[in-house]
């Protein structure tokens, strides 16, 4: 058994984190929060007398020490991430500490800002015998992106793409589309807060973005869904035509 849970808490809205980890919330101890991402009604499920800690203003080394009292004590610990884990957090070096003190821990996955900004716009990101694709990137800042994974090199190929983290490089964003060859009027979404109660979606196109965030104000908590098979024709999905045959129906085998 885990003595502590990375969390996906979803993208704001409470109800959009999974059921697993609204009941490892309300199971634990030490309940650690990125309240600068993550609302509090999230980790309103916390039991009566468990311990709840906005980690927001702590070091590495803070949390470590918090998840570590908790475990020492024999308790459990659910450290809530905004969003899913696996993307742009900082669960390998927490890991990386609790695998050094032998402490046992496992990953609740949850749901990305790109997936609640896609069903907030209505829009997929694979069109069926179109755009199959979806790449997760974000924008070079503070944090380096390996020159391999530069935006223009994604932009070629014409897949979808999510932009995270890149609210304040909107023009860079716009630049680095334009320069891999995608059309000026490729179908942007621009999800701003989405799961907030002030969440919203813009629908742009790449050559509009910056200007429609700076025209919003949005400085932060903003994904970019660019969407080049969203303006072409696409054909009906195969796995529904009639003379399709899968695992559990043969073709021609449909009732009138």
């Known amino acids: ?67 570590m009292e908790a475990v020492r004590a024999g308790g459990l610990a659910a450290r809530v991430h905004t969003g899913d884990p696996s993307l742009y957090g900082a669960v390998a070096e927490q890991a990386a500490l609790l695998d050094a003190e032998g402490v046992a821990w496992a990953i609740v996955p949850g749901v990305t800002a790109a997936f609640a900004a ?13 755009t199959q694709s979806l790449v997760i990137t974000r924008a070079p800042g503070r944090t380096a992106v390996p020159e391999a994974e530069a935006l223009a090199a994604f932009a070629a190929r014409g897949c979808s ?12 964003v716009r630049s680095g589309l334009l320069a891999g060859g995608l059309d000026p009027g490729t179908p942007v979404v621009a999800g701003h807060r989405v799961g907030w109660p002030d ?58």
């Open 199 to 256: 969440g919203a979606v813009a629908r742009t196109t790449v050559d509009g973005l910056a200007d429609e965030v700076a025209r919003r104000g949005w400085s932060g908590q903003v994904v970019f869904l660019v969407l080049p098979g969203q303006d072409r024709p696409g054909a009906p999905s195969r796995l529904y035509a009639a003379d399709f045959t899968h695992g559990r129906r043969e073709a021609g085998n449909c009732s009138e």
């Open 1 to 67: 058994m885990a003595q502590v849970y990375f969390i996906g808490a979803g993208p704001g809205d409470p109800d959009l984190i999974t059921v697993k980890g609204r009941d490892l919330i309300a199971r634990a101890d030490l309940v650690l929060y990125a309240g600068s991402l993550v609302p509090p009604q999230v980790v309103a499920w916390a039991r009566p007398g468990a311990r709840v800690v906005d980690s927001a203003p702590l070091t590495l080394e803070q949390t470590h020490a918090l998840l």
């Open 118 to 130: 896609a069903a907030m716009a209505g829009v997929g990101f694979t069109v069926p015998q179109g």
């Open 161 to 172: 793409m999510a932009v995270y983290l890149s609210a304040a490089l909107a023009g860079e």
